[in-house]
C-alpha cells in the first residue's frame, strides 16, 4: 500500500443514493487528483487541487461534487449516479515542482450503481 | 489523434525474455513521461520517471526516451511471471496535465 489511502474500498449505491469517497495523503504533497477509470478506457482525470483550490474540473457532470478541505484530504461527493458511473475511483496525490509531477494512487474505490 | 497511444495487447513474452513496451505521443512540448504498472484488481504503481532524452536504468527497468520522434519505451529484462500486468504511459503535457494511454497488457509465461 502506498502513502495514499481511500476508504471505502468497494461501494453499492442506488441511483436516487448519496454517498461520500475519501481519499487522505501522508506524503506532505501539495495536490490530489480524482481518476476514474472505466473497463477498457485509459484512466480519466477528473478534478485537480492544489493547495486546496480546485485547478481543473475535466467537464464533469453536477452528480460529482469534490470537496478539498485541506492539502491533506479530499472528498468525492456523489448524489443520483447513473449505472454507467460504475467504475474504479482512484485518488492520487503529487508534489508539484515545475516539471516533476509524480503522482502516486491509492488503493481506488470499486462503485457499482445499480 | 490520441495524445497518448500504446499497443493494448496482449504482449506475451517467455520467461527470462526482454520485454518490450512502447508509447508514442503527440504533444511536442511535453516535458515528463511515466511508466505505471497496475495489477488486475489494484491501482497504478509509479515504477520509472524520465525527463530527459536516452536511457533510464533501475533494476530489470530501462525507460527510454526520444523527444524528437516522440517515443518511450520500457524495456524489462530477464522477465517473471509476477510482471505480468497492464503498463500504463502517462506523459506530462505543454498544459502540465498528466495523460495516460490506455495500457499495454504483459502476459509473461513459465
Known amino acids: 500500500e502506498t502513502g495514499v489511502t481511500q476508504t471505502p474500498r468497494h461501494l453499492v449505491m442506488g441511483m436516487t443514493n448519496k454517498k461520500s469517497l475519501k481519499c487522505e495523503q501522508h506524503l506532505g504533497h501539495n495536490a490530489m487528483y480524482w481518476y476514474k477509470q472505466s473497463a477498457k478506457k485509459p484512466l480519466e482525470l477528473m478534478f485537480v487541487?492544489?493547495?486546496?483550490?480546485?485547478?481543473e474540473n475535466n467537464s464533469v457532470p453536477s452528480r460529482f461534487s469534490p470537496e478539498c478541505p485541506n492539502s491533506s484530504h479530499l472528498f468525492l461527493h456523489l448524489h443520483t449516479l447513473q449505472p454507467e458511473d460504475s467504475a474504479l475511483y482512484l485518488c492520487?496525490?503529487?508534489?508539484?515542482?515545475?516539471?516533476?509531477?509524480?503522482?502516486?494512487f491509492g488503493p481506488g474505490t470499486r462503485l457499482t450503481v445499480t | 489523434q490520441k495524445e497518448v497511444e500504446q499497443n493494448s495487447g496482449p504482449l506475451s513474452v517467455p520467461e527470462g525474455a526482454i520485454a518490450s513496451l512502447n508509447c508514442t505521443y503527440s504533444d511536442r512540448g511535453s516535458q515528463s513521461f511515466f511508466w505505471y504498472r497496475q495489477y488486475s484488481g489494484k491501482s497504478p504503481e509509479l515504477i520509472m520517471s524520465i525527463y530527459s532524452n536516452g536511457d533510464k536504468e533501475d533494476g530489470r527497468f530501462t525507460a527510454q526516451l526520444n523527444k524528437a520522434s516522440q517515443y518511450v519505451s520500457l524495456l524489462i529484462r530477464d522477465s517473471q511471471p509476477s510482471d505480468s500486468a497492464t503498463y500504463l504511459c502517462?506523459?506530462?503535457?505543454?498544459?502540465?496535465?498528466?495523460?495516460f494511454g490506455q495500457g499495454t497488457e504483459l502476459s509473461v509465461k513459465p
Open positions: 502517462a506523459v506530462t503535457n505543454q498544459g502540465g496535465k498528466l495523460i
Open positions: 487541487y492544489n493547495f486546496k483550490e480546485q485547478t
Open positions: 492520487a496525490s503529487s508534489q508539484e515542482i515545475q516539471g516533476v509531477d509524480e503522482q502516486y
